[in-house]
């Protein structure tokens, strides 16, 4: 098993770039997320994916689209790219949307946006 | 939007020394409190979910417990080791999300 994979691993994009970071599971998870993380600041959910067919916005959505492509894929977009966003991206995913589900992480993308 | 604090920020440890921190949440409408351990390079892997108030988790050296009635769960190693050195993660369950704290970055002097 793979566990959770996201391409690409890194990422220079310009001022007003789109590009669309990719996720897959392999684990017939449920539920899938998308968090950024910045210097000083915890991991911050930016969409999550319930259940297939479903997606809802978490703390910091602005500025991003996700699309739960089918029950292994979730992938998020930048439609216009911001420096603002440039950060690590965490893909993440679990059995169910429970308090006591445990998350599983992919290895993060690095973005950067000049 | 939960508030999760940690303290330490960071911490330094001689090896073979035991230590804790800390990490604090909301105690009205508690759910869950996660740990999960985070080395550089690599991606964060759960070590505990709590949910009991005087719960207590161990696995190996490391263990946590957790308060829900004020709000907080330490997590403790004994004997650190050189390959304990990782940031250290805690999160808490609420509004149907996990919110993160910032992390104790812990370091392992040999």
Redo the contacts between chains.
């Keep these: 098993n793979a566990g959770v994979t996201q391409t690409p691993k890194f990422q220079v994009l310009k001022t007003g770039q789109s590009m669309t970071l990719q996720c897959a599971q392999d684990m017939n998870h449920n539920s899938m997320y998308w968090y950024r993380q910045d210097p000083g600041m915890g991991l911050r959910l930016i969409y999550y994916s319930a259940s297939e067919g479903t997606t809802d916005k978490g703390e910091v959505p602005n500025g991003y689209n996700v699309s739960r492509l089918n029950k292994r894929e979730f992938s998020l977009r930048l439609e216009s790219a911001a420096p603002s966003q440039t950060s690590v991206y965490f893909c993440a995913s679990s059995e169910g949307d429970k308090d006591v589900e445990t998350q599983y992480f992919g290895p993060g993308t690095r973005l950067l946006v000049l | ?1 939960l508030n ?1 604090e940690q303290s330490p920020q960071s911490l330094h440890v001689q090896e073979g020394d035991s230590t804790n921190f800390t990490c604090s949440f909301p105690s009205s409408n508690f ?2 409190l ?1 740990w999960y351990r985070w080395e550089t390079a ?5 070590l505990f ?1 709590m ?1 009991l108030n005087g719960d207590e988790k161990k696995k190996g050296r490391i263990s946590a417990t957790l308060n829900t009635k004020e709000g907080y769960s330490y997590l403790y190693i004994k004997g650190s080791q050189p390959e304990d050195s990782a940031t250290y ?1 805690c ?1 808490s ?1 609420g509004d ?8 104790t970055r812990l370091t392992i002097i040999p």
């Design positions: 939007i999760v759910y869950a996660h690599k991606s964060p892997e759960a979910v949910t993660l999160a369950w149907e999300k996990l919110t993160f704290g910032t992390g």
